[in-house]
């Protein structure tokens, strides 16, 4: 059974810094990850989809790693802002038919 | 716009009362799932369809049931509804093993 970690739980930056939240997952058969962006009481945003055959994508100020065969992913935010402040999770598919594990999160506050 | 639509948002009700959360996506994906979110549990897949009239169970299907009568709409029903059921569900659809697009949630409260 897929078991996701996120590292750390929770994370509170000064706004401008650059951090890096981890991920990693027990079964490497993937078929991609996707990370997700959790604002509280809200729904789930899709931020980046990296498939099992790449390395890594990026968008904007956000970039995602994959390393597959080791089973991590790191997400790198640069210029971390307050309006990024949110919830991050990470989730590995592990299924054709799309099926995702959601690790637990890690909790980001960007203070001005 | 492209969107997965929940309703209802919120529902309290309580236990034995049947009800159904209606979720419905205007993208023509193929595969739609259920998930509920709960404190320290984090998001566990409840139901899934790879197409129309095609479901199987997730990881927590007990005490719920789903249908896939058109592609668009994956209403899931909890017959007899009780307290522990209580969490905020999420229906996803996506385009085969591609980016999944949640709706808003339903927050749901059984007493």
């Known amino acids: 059974k897929q078991e996701v970690t996120q590292i750390p739980a929770a994370l509170s930056v000064p706004e401008g810094e650059n951090l890096v939240l981890n991920c990693s997952f027990t079964?490497?058969?993937?078929?991609?990850l996707q990370w997700f962006r959790q604002d509280p009481g809200k729904g789930l945003t899709s931020l980046l989809l990296?498939?099992?055959?790449?390395r890594e994508q990026t968008s904007g100020r956000l970039n995602a790693s994959l390393d597959k065969s080791s089973g991590r992913s790191t997400l790198y935010i640069a210029a971390s802002q307050p309006g990024d402040s949110a919830t991050y999770l990470c989730?590995?598919?592990?299924?054709?038919?799309?099926?995702?594990?959601f690790g637990q999160g890690t909790i980001l506050t960007v203070h001005p | 716009e492209a969107q997965v639509t929940q309703n209802p948002r919120y529902l309290i009700t309580v236990t034995g009362k049947k009800l159904t959360v209606t979720c419905s996506q205007n993208?023509?994906?193929?595969?739609m799932s259920w998930y509920r979110q709960d404190p320290g549990l984090g998001l566990r897949q409840i139901y899934y369809?790879?197409?129309?009239?095609?479901?199987d169970k997730g990881d927590v299907p007990e005490g719920y049931k789903v249908s896939r009568k058109e592609k668009r709409n994956f209403p899931l029903i909890l017959e007899s509804p009780s307290p522990n059921q209580t969490s905020l569900y999420f229906c996803?659809?996506?385009?085969?093993?591609?980016?999944?697009?949640f709706g808003p949630g339903t927050r749901l409260t059984v007493l």
């Open positions: 996803a659809s996506s385009p085969r093993t591609d980016t999944q697009y």
């Open positions: 079964d490497s058969a993937i078929y991609n």
């Open positions: 990296i498939q099992s055959s790449q």
């Open positions: 989730a590995p598919t592990e299924t054709s038919y799309g099926k995702l594990t």
């Open positions: 993208m023509n994906h193929e595969y």
């Open positions: 369809s790879m197409n129309v009239e095609v479901t």
